[in-house]
């Protein structure tokens, strides 16, 4: 019954005194597109485009993408869509481009890091993705992964513009980034944190590890400094900075995200009406004094609990 009258609630994402932050659903394929277009998510915010090309023993071609491309715009209509370029490499090795050998994957050749060795497979999979947009008149956001470096972000846009894309942006899920938010967001649209990478990073802990759940926590202070960061330099430089990590999919730290500063959010498309109801709820200053008191915590559970101690009562 609860879950039927979330889900009812069709209205934009924002807080009660009227702030928007978008919700957005995280994708892997056309299909999951079709499935998430009826439903009240306000677009995507990730569209995880690796599923196209793991499992193949060679890369998909121009013609495979754009097909892939075109369907998914089309399933969103004029919604925001944001495609994020192949992320291989690490937990997701692909047979034609990444190296089998690498002693330490997670910190090797993947992600936008692929450029070095294979730019093709970039510029084929923008030469796509700008034809699925002449295709469908959609205007599709598009973002790279795993970016460490200005002069990265800077080459990405460059590829992505000489395609012809005109929302060209940046994941930020490494330190470095996050740290340099401010000469990152100077070479692109928008950027993007994704909080699994970065809680990665920032805490040297692998994120498949589950008995080292406590320290991959978003909740833990550092990486919450880390988004902070980030949030601040969008709203210096008036750019979009979005969460597209696991984080946003609680509904208690989507509150605190939105009190960093944070523009949108994307999650699975089942968690979008809980998030939904709990931002409705709160003011923005709300959600400032929250993030404040989960900044100024000494650990990720003391963290959650004194921002759980100034929810709202009627949440
Ligand atoms: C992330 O790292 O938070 C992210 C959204 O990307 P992925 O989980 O695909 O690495
Ligand atoms: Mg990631």
Redesign the pocket.
């Known amino acids: 019954e609860v879950e039927r009258t979330l889900a009812a609630d069709t209205a934009p994402g924002g807080t009660s005194d009227g702030h928007l932050v978008a919700l957005l659903a995280?994708i892997g394929t056309a299909e999951d597109a079709e499935r998430v277009g009826p439903t009240a998510v306000e677009g995507v915010g990730?569209f995880?485009t690796?599923v196209l090309f793991l499992e193949r023993t060679t890369a998909p071609t121009v013609e495979e993408q754009t097909e892939v491309y075109e369907r998914t715009l089309r399933a969103l209509g004029d919604r925001k869509v944001v495609v994020?370029t192949l992320?291989a490499g690490a937990?997701?090795p692909l047979a034609f481009a990444t190296q089998p050998d690498e002693e330490n994957p997670a910190l090797g050749v993947r992600?936008f890091r692929l450029v070095r060795t294979n730019p093709d497979l970039i510029d084929t999979q923008l030469a796509a993705l700008a034809a699925a947009q002449q295709a469908t008149g959609a205007r599709p956001w598009v973002m790279a992964?795993?970016i460490a470096t200005p002069a990265e972000a800077r080459d990405f846009a460059a590829r992505a513009r000489a395609q012809g894309l005109a929302q060209v942006g940046v994941?930020v899920?490494v330190p470095a980034a996050a740290l340099r938010a401010r000469e990152i967001l100077a070479e692109v649209d928008f950027v993007?944190?994704?909080?699994?990478?970065?809680?990665?990073y920032a805490m040297a802990t692998d994120?498949l590890r589950g008995e080292l759940a406590d320290l991959l926590d978003p909740w833990q202070p550092a990486v919450l400094d880390l988004v902070a960061a980030t949030a601040r330099a969008g709203l210096e430089l008036g750019k979009p900075v979005g969460?597209?990590?696991?984080?946003a999919s609680d509904p208690v730290l989507a509150l605190v995200l939105v009190g960093l500063g944070v523009t949108s959010l994307?999650m699975s498309a089942g968690a979008v009406p809980a998030v939904r109801y709990a931002l409705r709820h709160h003011t923005a200053e709300q959600c400032r004094a929250m993030a404040d008191a989960a900044l100024v915590a000494g650990a990720a559970p003391e963290a959650r609990a004194a921002v759980v101690a100034l929810l709202h009562s009627s949440v």
């Open positions: 995280n990730l995880r690796e994020r992320d937990d997701k992600g992964p795993m994941m899920e993007s944190l994704g909080t699994n990478d970065l809680a990665q994120r969460v597209c990590g696991e984080s994307s």
